[in-house]
T-cell receptor, first 109, second 115 residues
């Protein structure tokens, strides 16, 4: 059974628009929850790391939220740019990183 | 900014052959990892390495796999007898002390193709 479900599987947005990606998890406890960005053919790059005590964490135009009660996390991208086209992966750390399947975001001009 | 480097970027090998994938982690990092990603699938944990020994490994990391830090800078993954299903992108990663809340820095991977 998947311990993390990400939605949507993919989405297309226009440049300059905002979007929100969802991550619902069942696994707990864990030490932290992370969001990574993976460009096609490249290694994942860390965007945010949140512990249980944190509700929100920002990294530039990326803002992650964490609700431990509902076991949900989201990643909000503000004012999207063409370079935001990538896969965004929710990752939980239970002493090793376990990756979700990701949401593929395509930003169009 | 320091980065993790991996070589080669693409390796083609015949089934049954041995391959060694090489990685140079960030110099002051102490924790090292290998992950793999089969085309179109999610990133999967293989093994973590700390203090010159394996700290954790997944069920994927069977006796055909081994890791080594031969000289204090390189970190290698060896597959002794490759199978078709070993075809994947292999990512090396490293992190600094304070492992659990430190970001993992990934290399750009080695694409392994087993024919």
């Amino acid at each position: 059974k998947n311990q993390v479900e990400q939605s949507p599987q993919s989405l297309i947005i226009l440049e300059g628009k905002n979007c929100t990606l969802q991550c619902n998890y069942t696994v707990s406890p864990f030490s932290n929850l992370r969001w990574y960005k993976q460009d096609t053919g490249r290694g994942p790059v860390s965007l945010t790391i949140m512990t249980f005590s944190e509700n929100t964490k920002s990294n530039g135009r990326y803002t992650a939220t964490l609700d431990a009660d509902t076991k949900q996390s989201s990643l909000h991208i503000t004012a999207s740019q063409l370079s935001d086209s990538a896969s965004y992966i929710c990752v939980w750390n239970d002493y090793k990183l376990s990756f979700g399947a990701g949401t593929t975001v395509t930003v169009r001009a | 900014e320091p980065e993790v480097t991996q070589t080669p970027s693409h390796q083609v090998t015949q089934m049954g052959q041995e391959v060694i994938l090489r990685c140079v982690p960030i110099s002051n990092h102490l924790y090292f990892y290998w992950y793999r990603q089969i085309l179109g699938q999610k990133v999967e944990f293989l093994v973590s390495f700390y203090n010159n020994e394996i700290s954790e490994k997944s069920e994927i990391f069977d006796d055909q796999f081994s890791v080594e830090r031969p000289d204090g800078s390189n970190f290698t993954l060896k597959i002794r007898s490759t199978k078709l299903e070993d075809s994947a992108m292999y990512f090396c990663a490293s992190s600094s002390p304070g492992q659990y809340n430190s970001p993992l820095h990934f290399g750009n991977g080695t694409r392994l193709t087993v024919t």
